[in-house]
């Protein structure tokens, strides 16, 4: 999309007021990373479809993705993971805020280590952490994904730098070719079926596939 049409679209879906409307003034305020509004809107949409009993994030920030998921279907759980303390800290407060703690387990811890310690199946899956790292988050999600599971990464076009190299600044460089490694290899897997969407910093979207016995 032109940048247009990104903010018309951005402005459809704006939150007004009300707790997520503060969430996303203080992230703007401190820099911290949420998801756009159109993708908000995307993922809630997604949820009040799929209707997932249970739900894995891999990055929670400050808990407003997560609150967008849970507020769209009541019946959903979230186990989402959070690497930084403080903010950690800080989702849990906007969850009591919110009256969804009880709905939400916060692990904090690096993802690359608690993941493996799943066993656990979900239904849906939000990627939202640490991008050089995408290819490990997706395989170890895939595994705990159940069949017909969605899973969506965000960030995957990366401040637009995926799709133009000529501005890509050296120190994002390692960043950028792993991000376009990890498209190729998401779209290339047999055992899913994924699309990718340019709303937001981009998005991808993969179905697994149902197990033939």
């Keep these: 999309m032109i940048d247009s049409d ?37 993922l809630e949409t997604i949820v009040k479809i799929k209707q997932p009993q249970n739900i894995l994030e891999i990055g929670t920030a400050i808990g407003y993705s997560s609150i967008i998921m849970l507020k769209a279907y009541k019946n ?4 989402t993971i959070e690497k930084d303390i403080d903010m950690a800290e800080m989702a849990k407060i906007n969850f009591i805020k919110a009256s969804l703690i009880d709905r939400v387990e916060l692990v904090k ?40 599971g969605i899973l969506i990464c965000d960030n995957i076009l990366y401040k ?16 950028v070719y792993r991000m376009r490694d990890f498209i190729s290899y998401v779209l290339d897997r047999k055992d899913i079926t994924t699309t990718i969407i340019p709303i937001g910093d981009g998005l991808s979207i993969s179905v697994k596939e149902e197990k033939n016995d």
């Design 76 to 79: 959903a759980k979230v186990l």
């Design 160 to 175: 637009g730098y995926v799709t133009n190299e000529v501005h890509v600044k050296h120190k994002r460089r390692t960043i």
């Design 6 to 42: 990104i903010k018309f679209v951005r402005q459809l879906f704006d939150v007004k007021k009300g707790l997520l409307k503060d969430i996303e003034n203080y992230a703007n305020e401190k820099f911290i990373p949420i998801i756009k509004p159109e993708v908000a809107r995307f």
């Design 109 to 148: 811890g690096d993802a690359l280590e608690v993941l493996p310690c799943l066993s656990n199946k979900y239904d849906l899956i939000f990627i939202d952490a640490s991008k050089g790292h995408y290819k490990e988050f997706f395989d170890e999600s895939l595994r705990v994904l159940n069949d017909d």
